[in-house]
């Protein structure tokens, strides 16, 4: 049986339908505090409801239930956040993982892979950024996915368990039956904020910063579709349960969208003049990040196939979905 952390949110939801799609036995741990019950009820698989910051919870999971392997995704993810309350990111984030990591040792699972984060890698000293790439977070939510692979690396050594680490750039889009989305409360990220504006949630979509060093002034990411993002995630199982060593792999598609391209995307794909307005650039934004992800083709053979477009169109179908559910 698979154990997945954080299988009620966005990513590991998905993460979740498509092990099960595989014919997988999954297990969903998450305590739903920024994760919906709803989102594992309509997935029909069997969950705990379980909060890694407390030892005894994840124990008594792997006293009831043979896992083989872990994919954990459990933690709290907005930047912004973690700068105002470190302590919450660092216990969340860092403790619940130690306890999650000497649980499996326990319990003799020794397969984990793990959400990280281009955010480890901070300020890009050039790009497109390798796994190489020196990783100097600035901000504690970085920090938080730096620590947990530092100590997945010492876990290794001491216990012999091994992890895949997959840095992940910008994640987007949805299942493309329409099944689950994005659903963060409150949405930061740049694809559901257009898309709510498009929907006349009220707000007009803000636009932060459009005096970069780049080609229309605004910032530049890499746009990861979340099908094919979990697809990376199956064949780093795969890989760990056919022997593999402990390793590191950036997931995203070596091309970057900027700001005002996602905004055309999303103005194309709804066939919608977007109400916008452009506002002072947001703290600890970097100018550019773009992956890249060769090393994830040379040794997964992983390699994305959803352009922008379809990230944004899968993104569109669910947030139609989303608005009329929550009526
Ligand atoms: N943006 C806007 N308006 C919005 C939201 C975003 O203009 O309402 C802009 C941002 O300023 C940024 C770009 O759109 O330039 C992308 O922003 P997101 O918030 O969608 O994503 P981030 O690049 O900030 O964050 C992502 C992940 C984080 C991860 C980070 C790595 O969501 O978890 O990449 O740097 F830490």
Redesign the pocket.
């Known amino acids: 049986m698979i154990l997945v952390t954080g299988g009620a949110g966005y990513i590991g939801s998905h993460c979740v339908l498509k092990l099960k799609e595989a014919g997988e036995k999954v297990l969903v741990f998450d305590n739903f505090s920024t994760g919906h019950i709803e989102t594992v009820q309509n997935l029909g698989v069997e969950f705990v409801k379980g909060d890694l910051k407390n030892p005894s919870d994840i124990n008594a999971v792997f006293d009831d239930y043979k896992i083989d392997a872990v994919v954990h995704f459990a933690a709290f993810?907005?930047?912004g956040e973690s700068v105002k309350e470190p302590y919450k990111y660092f216990q969340n984030n860092v403790c619940g993982t130690l306890n999650l990591l000497d649980v499996m040792v326990k319990h003799d699972c020794k397969k984990i892979v793990f959400s990280s984060?281009?955010?480890t890698?901070g300020e890009p000293v050039y790009t497109p950024i390798d796994e190489n790439h020196p990783q100097k977070p600035i901000?504690p939510?970085?920090e938080t996915?730096l620590t947990v692979e530092m100590i997945m690396d010492d876990f290794d050594k001491a216990y012999g368990l091994k992890s895949v680490r997959l840095r992940?750039?910008?994640?987007?889009g949805a299942d493309e039956s329409g099944r689950i989305g994005e659903w963060h409360e409150p949405?930061?990220?740049?694809?559901p904020?257009?898309l709510k504006a498009a929907l006349g949630s009220g707000q007009v979509?803000?636009?932060?910063?459009d005096d970069?060093d780049t080609k229309d002034g605004?910032?530049?990411?890499d746009y990861i579709d979340v099908n094919d993002l979990i697809d990376a995630h199956i064949l780093a199982l795969k890989y760990l349960q056919d022997g593999g060593d402990t390793n590191v792999f950036n997931l995203g598609t070596k091309t970057g969208s900027t700001?005002k391209e996602?905004f055309a995307a999303c103005e194309n794909v709804t066939g919608m003049k977007i109400p916008y307005e452009i506002?002072p650039?947001?703290e600890?934004?970097?100018a550019i990040?773009v992956a890249d992800n060769t090393k994830a083709l040379e040794i997964f053979g992983w390699q994305p196939s959803r352009k922008l477009q379809n990230s944004v169109q899968s993104a569109w179908n669910w947030e139609q979905i989303l608005t009329n559910r929550n009526k």
Do not use: W
């Open positions: 993810s907005q930047v984060t281009a955010a890698y901000n939510y970085g996915k992940y750039f910008n994640v987007a949405e930061t990220h740049l694809v904020n257009v979509f803000k636009l932060f910063g970069y605004t910032c530049v990411r700001v996602v506002c650039r947001r600890g934004d970097p990040l």
